[in-house]
């Protein structure tokens, strides 16, 4: 089991800068892939950034890359999201997820086993 808790949310103004962070119950944050999904109001849950296992690929989707940076510190098995250049469409429910499969695709929610509870990140124009 692995329990997984977001941080860092809050309100900001459009253009600014915000950093989430998951802390995961885990010995080893380098034998698990993170990700980084959310969730606005009246809509699906949608894939923002993956850090791959061992490796630490990668992942982003179109919609922040170059704007978002996700990175792991294995010594404090935190996993962060660094949020550049905020826009209003980027208010959501932000939610980390960990999975120790191999294969992913990471794009996708069903292919995380564990969840954090969200934190909400609002931009205002």
């Known amino acids: 089991q692995v329990q997984l808790v977001e941080s860092g949310g809050g309100l900001a103004q459009a253009g600014a800068s915000l950093r989430l962070s998951c802390a995961a119950s885990v010995r080893t944050l380098s034998t698990i892939t993170m990700g980084w999904f959310r969730q606005a109001p009246g809509k699906e849950r949608e894939f923002v950034a993956a850090i791959t296992r061992n490796s630490g690929n990668t992942l982003y989707a179109d919609s922040v890359k170059g704007r978002f940076t996700i990175s792991r510190d294995n010594a404090k098995n935190t996993v962060y999201l660094q949020m550049n250049s905020l826009k209003p469409e980027d208010t959501a429910l932000y939610y980390c997820?960990?999975?120790?499969?191999?294969?992913?695709?990471?794009?996708?929610?069903?292919?995380?086993?564990?969840w954090g509870q969200g934190t909400q990140v609002t931009v205002s124009s």
């Open positions: 997820s960990a999975t120790r499969l191999f294969g992913g695709p990471y794009y996708r929610t069903d292919s995380y086993d564990y």
